[in-house]
Nanobody, 114 residues
Framework: QVQLVESGGGLVQPGGSLRLSCVVSGSIFNRYAVGWYRQAPGKQRELVARITNGGSTNYADSVKGRFTISRDNAKNTLYLQMNNLKPEDTAVYYC????????WGQGTQVTVSS
């Protein structure tokens, strides 16, 4: 059974921080890479960050230096530490494999606003 359960979103002021978590099915977590995606209103879903089984990471240019992706293999859990948040980071955040499978969890809403 596929499991993608995101949590940790919320409302935060510009410059603030949030840490997202995602419990991932082993069948997905053991893929070559897993990642965080986001979808803002009226925009397409985009890859924010990804991490391979070996721990190599890649980030979208818009979040480099502010976001950090990590994984806990023992817990099949993916994390996204988001610092210095900006209003343009407002979106629903999802986790998935990379490439993504054709199934998405409910996501977690992140709203950055004063």
């Amino acid at each position: 059974q596929v499991q993608l359960v995101e949590s940790g979103g919320g409302l935060v002021q510009p410059g603030g921080s949030l840490r997202l978590s995602c419990v991932v099915s082993g069948s997905i977590f053991n893929r070559y890479a897993v990642g965080w995606y986001r979808q803002a209103p009226g925009k397409q879903r985009e890859l924010v960050a990804r991490i391979t089984n070996g721990g190599s990471t890649n980030y979208a240019d818009s979040v480099k230096g502010r976001f950090t992706i990590s994984r806990d293999n023992a817990k099949n859990t993916l994390y996204l530490q988001m610092n210095n948040l900006k209003p343009e980071d407002t979106a629903v955040y999802y986790c998935n494999g990379h490439p993504a499978i054709d199934y998405w969890g409910q996501g977690t809403q992140v709203t950055v606003s004063s």
